[in-house]
């Protein structure tokens, strides 16, 4: 059985800092792409950011880009999400998923999610 675990969310004001979790069981993580998406009512998922494991590769939402940072403890089995200079536009339910490949990786179109932890930043 497969599951992916987010913890880390909560309440940040704009321009402070999170950091997300996911804890992966029941995978193997080679030659998996691990992601963070979000979503907010009213508006699209959107892709956060990538990696593969076992690449340098990373992948980034305009959005984010230069503010996130996607990371992996590989011994852990555990996915990260650095957030930083958080804007209010970051608020949303993040959630972390896996699939075989980054090809095409923000159509969310992935084969593991996790259940979600909420981001809410105030200004």
């Known amino acids: 059985t497969v599951e992916l675990v987010e913890s880390g969310g909560g309440s940040v004001q704009a321009g402070g800092s999170l950091r997300l979790s996911c804890a992966a069981s029941?995978?193997?993580?080679?030659?998996?792409?691990l992601a963070w998406f979000r979503q907010t009512p009213g508006k699209e998922r959107e892709g956060v950011a990538a990696?593969?494991?076992?690449?340098?590769?990373?992948y980034y939402a305009d959005s984010v880009k230069g503010r996130f940072t996607i990371s992996r403890d590989s011994a852990k089995n555990t996915l990260f999400l650095d957030m930083n200079r958080m804007l209010p536009e970051d608020t949303a339910m993040y959630y972390c998923?896996?699939?075989?490949?980054?090809?095409?990786?923000?159509?969310?179109?992935?084969?593991?999610w996790g259940q979600g932890t909420q981001v809410t930043v105030s200004s």
């Open positions: 998923a896996a699939e075989v490949t980054c090809l095409r990786w923000k159509r969310g179109e992935f084969d593991y």
């Open positions: 029941g995978i193997t993580w080679s030659g998996y792409c």
């Open positions: 990696l593969y494991v076992g690449s340098t590769s990373t």
